[in-house]
């Protein structure tokens, strides 16, 4: 009876040193992950993004939009990198309907992977790369920085259908926005931590024009400030690609600015004001409003636990040479 046991606790053992070294096979995230396989990397990734952020502030934002982007479909996998390949059938979530029109940060992701191939060829995953410069993105705009944990690997395949399915629109409702970031085993204090990464960034018109012909405190269905939706409706008249500040008091500092701007009902969009409309978030959104550090550090821990979601089993995984293409 106990040698049984002991043979099945030996199977056991070596069933899952079977499975952790199969290629492909996610192991456990870790910060030391690359200490000893490429000591250069995270200099290198701070450098390069620097430099992009250096020739387009706005570079930031859009690379810290493309990790959430990538996380919240199918785990950090830098799926949301791969171009659509008619020779593979490989309709990618890059034309999906969050990502097709406002999406970027592309080629800065290619820059800073450049970067890092020359330090270390073939070792380190777009994932991690990204996962690294949304980090440093964050912390180059004046808001905090964290040990990000690494060892991600590239999904070789991507879905336009789950970008559509697992990405949250500017219209969602409070319910709709806690039970999106509750699939993913976030929780509502991460949910509203998260969304302060909209204290940076612009979104167009297309996305707030609801808003923007709300109509003076809300008689258009809107709880917005009046002289708010009427600087919105002049964005407007640019068309739907008109750009306008996430955070209208302080939009290139990462700071708490936009949970003030909620306060004064001046979120750009829908999804943003339901934040502070008389539910469950309004309290928190009054804490970060008032105090920056408290903001700042949930971001951080947030930001760690999104970076932890996992490709589904049976993902083909890899270390993806260009972030383009898989291998
Ligand atoms: C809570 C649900 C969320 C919704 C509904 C949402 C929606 C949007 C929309 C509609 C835009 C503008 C896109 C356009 O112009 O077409 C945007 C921009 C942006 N989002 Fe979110 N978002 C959410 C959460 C997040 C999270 C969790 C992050 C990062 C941690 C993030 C980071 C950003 C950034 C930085 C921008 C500006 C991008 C730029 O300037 O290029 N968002 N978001």
Known sequence: MASSRVLLALSLALLTLTVASLPGTPTALSTSYYNKRCASL??????AMARAVA????????????????????????????????TTNLIGEKSAFPNANSLRGYEAIDAIK??????????????????????????????PSWNVRLGRLDARIASRDAANAN???????????????????LSARDMTALSGAHTVGRARCATFRGRAGGGANGS????INATYAAELRGAC???????APLDVATPD?????????LM??????????????????DALVRKYARDGAAFAGDFAKAMVRMGNLAPAPGTPLEVRKYCRRPN
């Open 114 to 143: 450049s970067a890092v191939e020359s330090a270390c060829p073939a070792t380190v995953s777009c994932a991690d790369v990204l996962a690294l410069a949304a980090r440093d993105a964050v912390s180059l705009l004046g808001g």
């Open 167 to 185: 990405l949250p629109g500017p219209g969602s409702s409070l319910s709709s926005l806690l039970d999106a970031f509750q699939r993913k085993g």
């Open 253 to 261: 500092a990462f700071d708490n600015g936009y949970f003030r701007a």
């Open 55 to 86: 020739s387009d502030p706005t570079t930031a934002a859009a690379v810290l939009r493309l990790f959430f982007h990538d996380c919240f479909v199918n785990g950090c996998d830098a799926s949301v990198l791969l171009d659509d390949d008619t």
């Open 220 to 223: 258009g269905g809107e709880v």
């Open 264 to 281: 004064e009902r001046r979120g750009l969009l829908h999804s943003d004001q339901e934040l502070f409309n008389g539910g469950s978030q």
């Open 237 to 243: 008249g640019g068309g739907d690609g008109a750009v």
């Open 42 to 47: 995270q200099p290198a990734v701070r450098s």
